[in-house]
């Protein structure tokens, strides 16, 4: 049910802040909370610790950590979200480490109870097969049907059909990635007549070999372009 409500993102590097921020979105009537590892400080594992108990303290809403490595500069080690998961109302983490390695760790170790989501597309099926739940996608505001059958045929075992759509959909998994996330998502759907094409400082509009890839991906995919 969590993950069809309103899961309201809450991180940083200042922990007081970040539970400010929970509060607030509390108040707002978010239902849960996606909480990223705090970044650029590098924290001790001890210090994510004492980062996530304080939030959890601060809140009934439950929360799912975000780990992250490749833009936070920490990893969240298996052996911390065992202790993180004696919170009853931290539920899980989106794993994001690329790690397939830490992944089963956390999947073998940490309780039934605490879920574990994809943070990458292109691991959400190894992933499933290790016995994660499911994904937070970026490849699904592109292709959201696509996506949203590869982790059903996972879920219900159906590896073979699985893999086939795994396979259609390596190409796009990929091109999503070929400059930081969001900019090829959002040129993807702004190719597709979804968006204006508008980006945030420091973000700036993809290159036009950037553009011609994502195009092209998309044209292949049988994706009608404006």
């Not at 690329?98 to 992944?103: D, E, F, L, P, S």
């Not at 739940?133 to 996506?147: C, H, W």
């Not at 795994?166 to 007549?193: C, D, Q, S, T």
């Amino acid at each position: 049910m969590l993950f069809r409500s309103v899961l309201a993102g809450a991180g940083g590097n200042h922990t007081a802040k970040v539970r400010e921020g929970i509060q607030q979105m509390e108040r707002m009537g978010a239902d849960g909370i996606l909480s990223v590892t705090p970044y650029y400080n590098k924290p001790t594992q001890e210090g994510l610790y004492q980062h996530y108990r304080e939030l959890a303290q601060s809140t009934k809403l439950p929360i799912l950590l975000y780990n992250v490595p490749g833009r936070t500069g920490v990893n969240l080690e298996p052996r911390t979200l065992l202790r993180l998961s004696e919170f009853p109302n931290i539920i899980g983490v989106k794993e994001a480490s690329g790690n397939i390695g830490q992944i089963d760790e956390i999947l073998r170790t940490l309780p039934e109870r605490f879920r574990v989501i994809s943070g990458d597309d292109g691991l959400t099926l190894p992933m499933q097969a290790l016995g994660a739940t499911g994904v937070i996608s970026v490849v699904s505001n592109v292709a959201p049907r696509e996506m949203t059958e590869l982790v059903a045929l996972a879920n219900k075992g159906d590896y073979a059909a699985a893999r086939r759509l795994h396979r259609k959909l390596a190409a796009l998994m990929h091109v999503l990635f070929i400059e930081a996330n969001p900019i090829p998502a959002k040129y993807a759907l702004h190719a597709m007549g979804r968006m204006e094409l508008a980006f945030r400082l420091p973000l700036v509009p993809p290159s036009a070999d950037t553009q011609a890839k994502v195009r092209k991906v998309l044209e292949d995919l049988g994706i009608k372009l404006s």
